[in-house]
């Protein structure tokens, strides 16, 4: 319905949108793929929709969205973890000009608290994340976040093997748009060109 008739569906689902999404949330912390990432799906194609439209309940529902994430980054719960995380990269992904500063070094805090957990399936997400955090605030990421970063994926990939190290590669090959970068220019390009700047 978002994807096939948004404004139908933006009008009525922003009236009584609280309660379906909680549902939507709590779906994406099943431990049943299908299910996950089924639910995973349906939360990019509404932050989707309600991004393209004009609507001042928008960044309420942004807001509303990101507490849940938040709450749950403290919850010690591997598929907790793994659905605030995919959360969050959909958030960033559609909203983040909605967003201030200060909650991007906040998220970037809880992301990587959050990769310490041994699941696998939160590792993977947390990579899979990097490089939109890297494009978010490049500068504050380079500055901050960037070594830990690297060494992350980098941890990620040595330990991993077959489809699970391919992941990690990936990563590192994602275009990522820098303002003060060439368009091309990758996180494995990133790190290149400031090793050689530090010499």
Request: hydrophobic share 40%; with cysteine; charged share 25%.
């Given at each position: 319905?978002?994807?096939?008739?948004?404004?139908?569906?933006f009008n009525s689902i922003t009236s009584v949108v609280i309660e379906?999404?909680?549902?939507?949330?709590?779906?994406?912390?099943?431990?049943?793929?299908?299910?996950?990432?089924?639910?995973?799906?349906?939360?990019?194609?509404?932050?989707?929709?309600?991004?393209?439209?004009?609507?001042?309940?928008?960044?309420?529902l942004y807001l509303f969205i990101y507490s849940k994430a938040k709450?749950?980054?403290?919850?010690?719960?591997?598929?907790?973890?793994?659905?605030?995380?995919?959360?969050?990269?959909?958030?960033?992904?559609?909203?983040?000009?909605?967003?201030?500063?200060?909650?991007?070094?906040?998220?970037?805090?809880?992301?990587?608290?959050?990769?310490?957990?041994?699941?696998?399936?939160?590792?993977?997400?947390?990579?899979?994340?990097?490089?939109?955090?890297?494009?978010?605030?490049?500068?504050?990421?380079?500055?901050?976040?960037?070594?830990?970063?690297?060494?992350?994926?980098?941890?990620?990939?040595?330990?991993?093997?077959?489809?699970?190290?391919?992941?990690?590669?990936?990563?590192?090959?994602?275009?990522?748009?820098?303002?003060?970068?060439?368009?091309?220019?990758?996180?494995?390009?990133?790190?290149?060109?400031?090793?050689?700047?530090?010499?």
């Amino acid at each position: 319905f978002c994807q096939y008739a948004p404004v139908s569906t933006f009008n009525s689902i922003t009236s009584v949108v609280i309660e379906p999404l909680k549902d939507m949330l709590n779906a994406i912390k099943d431990s049943r793929p299908h299910i996950r990432d089924a639910a995973n799906d349906l939360l990019k194609a509404f932050l989707k929709l309600i991004t393209n439209r004009e609507d001042t309940t928008r960044k309420e529902l942004y807001l509303f969205i990101y507490s849940k994430a938040k709450g749950d980054f403290h919850s010690g719960d591997p598929n907790a973890l793994n659905a605030s995380i995919l959360i969050i990269e959909g958030l960033r992904t559609y909203s983040q000009s909605d967003f201030p500063q200060e909650q991007y070094a906040e998220t970037c805090e809880n992301v990587f608290k959050a990769g310490e957990n041994k699941n696998l399936q939160v590792k993977k997400s947390l990579v899979a994340l990097i490089p939109r955090l890297a494009s978010n605030s490049t500068l504050t990421f380079v500055s901050k976040y960037l070594k830990h970063s690297m060494g992350f994926i980098i941890d990620f990939i040595t330990k991993r093997a077959g489809k699970e190290k391919g992941v990690g590669f990936l990563t590192l090959g994602q275009p990522v748009s820098y303002t003060h970068l060439r368009a091309h220019e990758t996180l494995r390009y990133l790190v290149c060109r400031l090793l050689l700047e530090k010499k």
